[in-house]
């Protein structure tokens, strides 16, 4: 197996990622730094980065419905919950793809497959992603061409792809971009304050039945019907 891709599939990050620990000569199989991205790893080989011995994980793949009041990180100084206190502890190492803010509800994937994040992540992947919005005040039918031309926010030029006005002061948004809290910023600079957002569709998956907390582990299909965008 190719060092990047042992790398990723050991849970330590997208094949991007751990390309830059690589060639940053942060990476030594049998003792020796190594600094060629396509070097081949064998079962009996030792690899570290840096002081940490790595082994390949199982690979994992789930998605998760995060409740508010969740933060997306594994280690948080403020001692709050985390999406990780959700999943079982029997898990290898897995990292979240994307991200929801604490007051944020919905579809969140895990996964230590770093082919799936990257496909996930990269700019040019485009992976829609589908929300329920409700906000503070009746929406005007005027902002609906604004949100879709797009508009400069802290974090970089945002658009939707799509917007649907659902009730006066609910809509459901599509993106495809990932700009941090983008969704509220873009609102925001409309006048509206966001009172509720749940994710309910990433790509092909749907939140349908699933409560908040719960998880399931994701079918080889759905993996590579999300990973189908990475060689469209």
């Given at each position: 197996?190719?060092?990047?891709?042992?790398?990723?599939?050991?849970?330590?990050?997208?094949?991007?990622?751990?390309?830059?620990?690589?060639?940053?000569?942060?990476?030594?199989?049998?003792?020796?730094?190594?600094?060629?991205?396509?070097?081949?790893?064998?079962?009996?080989?030792?690899?570290?980065?840096?002081?940490?011995?790595?082994?390949?994980?199982?690979?994992?793949?789930?998605?998760?419905?995060?409740?508010?009041?969740?933060?997306?990180?594994?280690?948080?100084?403020?001692?709050?919950?985390?999406?990780?206190?959700?999943?079982?502890?029997?898990?290898?190492?897995?990292?979240?793809?994307?991200?929801?803010?604490?007051?944020?509800?919905?579809?969140?994937?895990?996964?230590?497959?770093?082919?799936?994040?990257?496909?996930?992540?990269?700019?040019?992947?485009?992976?829609?992603?589908?929300?329920?919005?409700?906000?503070?005040?009746?929406?005007?039918?005027?902002?609906?061409?604004?949100?879709?031309?797009?508009?400069?926010?802290?974090?970089?030029?945002?658009?939707?792809?799509?917007?649907?006005?659902?009730?006066?002061k609910h809509l459901r948004l599509t993106l495809n971009q990932?700009?941090?809290?983008?969704?509220?910023?873009?609102?925001?600079?409309?006048?509206?304050?966001?009172?509720?957002?749940?994710?309910?569709?990433?790509?092909?998956?749907?939140?349908?039945?699933?409560?908040?907390?719960?998880?399931?582990?994701l079918t080889g299909q759905e993996i590579t019907a999300l990973k189908t965008p990475a060689t469209?």
């Open positions: 197996m190719r060092l990047n891709r042992f790398l990723a599939s050991a849970g330590l990050g997208s094949r991007r990622g751990v390309e830059e620990l690589i060639t940053a000569g942060q990476v030594r199989i049998n003792g020796h730094v190594v600094t060629n991205l396509s070097t081949q790893v064998g079962p009996e080989d030792n690899v570290k980065v840096g002081a940490r011995i790595v082994r390949q994980q199982t690979s994992l793949t789930a998605v998760l419905a995060k409740p508010r009041g969740f933060v997306c990180t594994a280690d948080d100084e403020c001692q709050r919950r985390t999406i990780f206190d959700l999943l079982p502890s029997t898990w290898p190492r897995v990292h979240h793809v994307g991200r929801l803010d604490m007051d944020s509800e919905g579809l969140l994937i895990v996964t230590n497959d770093g082919d799936l994040s990257l496909a996930l992540t990269h700019p040019r992947y485009k992976i829609d992603k589908e929300y329920e919005v409700i906000i503070d005040k009746p929406f005007d039918q005027k902002d609906r061409e604004k949100l879709l031309r797009g508009f400069h926010i802290m974090g970089g030029r945002a658009k939707a792809e799509r917007v649907e006005i659902v009730g006066p990932g700009i941090k809290r983008q969704i509220r910023l873009m609102l925001y600079e409309l006048g509206y304050e966001v009172e509720r957002l749940v994710r309910t569709r990433i790509g092909p998956l749907k939140i349908a039945t699933m409560r908040p907390g719960e998880w399931r582990i469209a």
